[in-house]
């Protein structure tokens, strides 16, 4: 569902238009004539849209504007057929953010409907109110329009439904008590029970907008919460259940064709060389089968990489930051004095995802 057509670009924010909007005035125009509406009826119709997409790009720059006070940028807002989509970089895990970031949307609905509703009672048109919803082409019919579309955008933005906005107020605000995975949890389930709600009141109604809406919901909800579930537990991955075990340890001066031997004979992706005064450091199979396939011979000593010692009871993910920065490639993973296990840059990223792919639900 990315890219599209690009409108304009405020405060370094992109506006684009998906191609599958242009289906928008289409339909209006195909059931338009269907039902035998003139040409001008047709157009006064998708000017209405046109009105209230333009609503929604205001709805959309609450976010990413209140997004950009917290630091945060946007990539692009883009317009599809079913609302508006603000791209923001991350979402901040800050529930007090996350909150203002997320109303901020919904409350440029509110004001817009506020203003509608000011301009009406000082033109003195508030008491045309009931009068005025049958003819929307006067100027103010289509101030009332403004109104109840902005009024109900507000509204049903307020849905507790992930991806809708309600859904993440909800769990924001549900995050200030508990835990952001429990609140994830619990909104997510309030989500697809609405969604399936949706669903079944779209099919029995017959309205199948709302029943593809339904299932959008029911599917973004659970993206969302596996997502979330994830991360917590990558977050609280540690050391001793990443590190690699057993390990092979050899003195520095084994040859490097009896250490390969040793190595690939117990199918271990690294050894820990020793010598006298202790453990000196790590040697990478990979070092080992280049220094191999080059030639070389001798002992391992030159291949070893000096390892910084960590606890098995640090935090694994802080770590392979750490590792992509300074360039290194394995720790030595240390219980007290006794080195239990080493932990591997390229293995991290597999228990990373493995840990994702298994348990997230
Ligand atoms: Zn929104």
Redesign the pocket.
């Known amino acids: 569902m990315r890219g599209g057509l690009p409108l304009f670009r405020f405060r370094g924010i992109k506006v684009l238009v998906h191609w599958s909007f242009l289906l928008l005035p289409a339909y209006i125009a195909f059931t338009g004539l269907q039902g035998g509406s003139s040409w001008g009826m047709i157009g006064t119709d998708v000017g209405l849209v046109l009105i209230v997409f333009l609503c929604v790009v205001l709805?959309?720059f609450g976010?990413a504007l209140t997004a950009q006070r917290f630091g945060v940028g946007t990539r692009d807002i883009t317009l599809l057929p079913i609302g508006g989509v603000a791209s923001l970089e991350r979402m901040p895990e800050d529930p007090k953010q996350e909150f203002w970031i997320t109303i901020a949307?919904?409350l440029v609905n509110l004001v817009i409907a506020g203003l509608a509703l000011l301009v009406m009672a000082i033109s003195g048109m508030a008491l045309l109110f009931t009068d005025a919803m049958g003819s929307i082409t006067s100027w103010s019919g289509v101030l009332i329009f403004i109104f109840t579309a902005n009024l109900g955008l507000f509204l049903f933005?307020l849905v507790p439904a992930f991806p809708m906005?309600g859904g993440r107020i909800l769990r924001s605000l549900l995050s200030m008590w508990i835990p952001r995975e429990k609140a994830t949890r619990i909104a997510t389930t309030v989500g697809r029970v609405l969604a399936v709600g949706f669903v079944a009141y779209g099919l029995l109604q017959g309205e199948p907008f709302l029943a593809i809406i339904g299932i959008f919901i029911f599917m973004a909800a659970g993206a969302e919460r596996k997502q979330v579930i994830m991360r917590d537990r990558v977050k609280a991955l540690l050391v001793s259940e990443v590190m690699i075990t057993p390990i092979l340890q050899l003195p520095a001066d084994t040859s490097l064709q009896e250490a390969w031997n040793a190595l690939t004979f117990g199918d271990h992706k690294a050894l820990v060389a020793k010598d006298a005064s202790g453990y000196l450091g790590i040697v990478l199979r990979e070092d080992m089968q280049t220094a191999l396939t080059n030639g070389l011979a001798g002992t391992i000593r030159p291949l070893v990489r000096p390892a910084i010692r960590v606890h098995t009871t640090d935090a694994a993910l802080p770590l392979y930051q750490q590792m992509v920065n300074e360039g290194s490639l394995a720790y030595a993973a240390m219980d007290g004095d006794q080195l239990v296990g080493v932990v591997l840059r390229s293995s991290l990223v597999e228990t990373f995802n493995a840990e994702a792919g298994s348990k997230a639900s």
Do not use: A, K, Q, T
Request: no cysteine.
């Open positions: 709805h959309e976010h949307g919904p933005n906005d």
